[in-house]
């Protein structure tokens, strides 16, 4: 029963986040497709932006087409029903699509951004520390890196998820909310939080840092991963050579950005520059990481059963060794 409700929330999620039409459209997508879900934000924003990954991959006549989603957990459900074949995501959703059966495969992450997320005030709240939160009504967006953000935030503070009410809205919703006063406070990540912080003068009461992580994750269906292992090697390597390329010419970076993303320049660039960007393959220590986010969700009853990280983990070595 629980499985079954995870499944229908997320495929909910989707439904916001994609037209029937444009859902259609990429699952009759050809084999010689690459189907990429991307947010307005990130080392995917810029690979799009860059043309590159179009110029390598057609040297082996393959198509790249690119699909918007609002958020990882949208994102991740598109990939789970076929509307995708890669994509990236925060912490948390992983987690929560692997618990709704999604048959998914971490590729490779970014290294740690805690300053990428956080916890936002309007600039006259009288709150001054995460204490005070109790009892008060946050707006998040379920399932996303800021949920995990939030619970760590709480438990460092002595509080639990049950100690606040979570009012759970996608980002455009969320500010809307913390604009009008709906919500006493705000847990969101960059571009967003940036936004908020120098349009809306936010507060930060507390971000990521000593408490979260904060990596980005590219995913891949199994299916498309396990196939098309040479595919999935030359997309992380122009990831990587996008990002580092970002950090060397920031200023040409948030140009190339800002109007992708419909911000000015200054948030922009704010936002590329707290965020990691080395594309790197998945080491002991963020599995581990991983895997305790997914037993901290499962013991708060927020996922319906424990999870194995590394059930979906790619090996492109061993699939090559099969292959042969």
Do not use: C
């Not at 699952?27 to 990954?53: E, P, V």
């Not at 074949?85 to 970014?110: N, S």
């Not at 120098?198 to 991963?225: E, I, M, P």
């Not at 009853?301 to 790619?314: C, E, H, T, Y």
Request: charged content about 20%; overall charge negative.
């Amino acid at each position: 029963m629980h499985k079954v409700t995870l499944r229908r929330g997320l495929a909910a999620l989707l439904t916001a986040a994609l037209s029937i039409g444009a859902v259609t459209q990429a699952t009759q997508a050809t084999a010689d497709t690459l189907r990429i879900g991307f947010q307005k934000y990130g080392s995917l924003t810029l690979l799009k932006a860059s043309g590159s990954l179009e110029k390598r991959l057609a040297e082996r006549d393959v198509e790249v087409r690119w699909i918007e989603f609002p958020a990882g957990p949208q994102l991740l459900e598109g990939l789970n029903v076929g509307a995708v074949d890669f994509g990236t995501a925060g912490e948390t959703p992983p987690v929560f699509a692997q618990a709704a059966g999604a048959d998914l495969l971490y590729v490779a992450h970014e290294p740690p951004a805690p300053t990428g997320e956080a916890i936002l005030l309007p600039k006259d709240s009288p709150i001054r520390s995460v204490a005070e939160l109790k009892g008060k009504r946050i707006a998040l967006n379920k399932g996303s890196n800021v949920h995990y953000l939030l619970v760590r935030a709480l438990e460092d503070a002595g509080l639990s998820i049950r100690d606040i009410t979570p009012i759970y809205l996608p980002p455009a919703d969320g500010r809307a909310a913390f604009e009008r006063g709906a919500v006493d406070a705000w847990v969101i990540w960059d571009p967003f939080q940036a936004a908020a912080e120098q349009q809306l003068q936010a507060r930060t009461l507390v971000d990521g840092t000593g408490l979260v992580s904060n990596h980005q994750f590219y995913l891949a269906s199994r299916r498309y991963a396990e196939a098309n292992p040479e595919i999935i090697h030359i997309l992380t390597e122009e990831l990587d050579r996008v990002g580092q390329w970002a950090v060397d010419n920031i200023d040409e970076a948030t140009a190339l950005v800002a109007p992708l993303i419909g911000l000015d320049h200054d948030i922009t660039r704010i936002a590329i520059q707290r965020k990691s960007h080395d594309t790197r393959p998945l080491n002991e220590e963020v599995i581990a990481q991983q895997q305790q986010i997914a037993d901290t969700f499962h013991e708060l009853k927020l996922i319906p059963k424990k999870l194995n990280i590394r059930d979906v983990i790619w090996t492109p070595e061993a699939q090559t060794a099969a292959a042969n």
